[in-house]
């Protein structure tokens, strides 16, 4: 079993898992989309320093209630929570 990582499947949509090829493939099935539907360059791991700069929003933006926090800490919740549900859609939205 390897680390869990959070990797930019687009501009947009984050996906958990293990490794590259993990989340590719579980991405491809899990959306129905078609290898040649993914844009070159994706998935791509998030370096150290975007997962403690990107921001995670449990809840909706603008809700008085929501809570933030960085990518990387919503990882170790996720991780803590659950060790095998992975790979998942981590986070979708703008960074």
């Known amino acids: 079993m390897g680390e ?3 990797f930019a499947m687009s501009e ?3 996906v958990a898992g293990r490794t ?3 989340v ?3 991405y491809i099935e899990e959306i129905g989309l078609r290898e040649k539907d993914i844009d070159e360059g994706y998935p791509r791991a998030l370096t150290e320093a ?3 700069r990107f921001t995670f929003y449990d809840g909706e933006r603008g809700d008085e209630d929501v809570e933030t926090m960085t990518f990387k800490e ?3 919740r996720l991780v803590g929570a659950d060790p095998d ?3 998942c859609i981590f986070a979708e939205g703008e960074e």
């Open 4 to 6: 869990i990582k959070v």
């Open 12 to 14: 947009y949509e984050w």
């Open 50 to 52: 975007e997962m403690g």
């Open 74 to 76: 919503q990882l170790r």
């Open 20 to 22: 590259a090829e993990e």
């Open 85 to 87: 549900q992975f790979p």
């Open 24 to 26: 590719k493939a579980w």
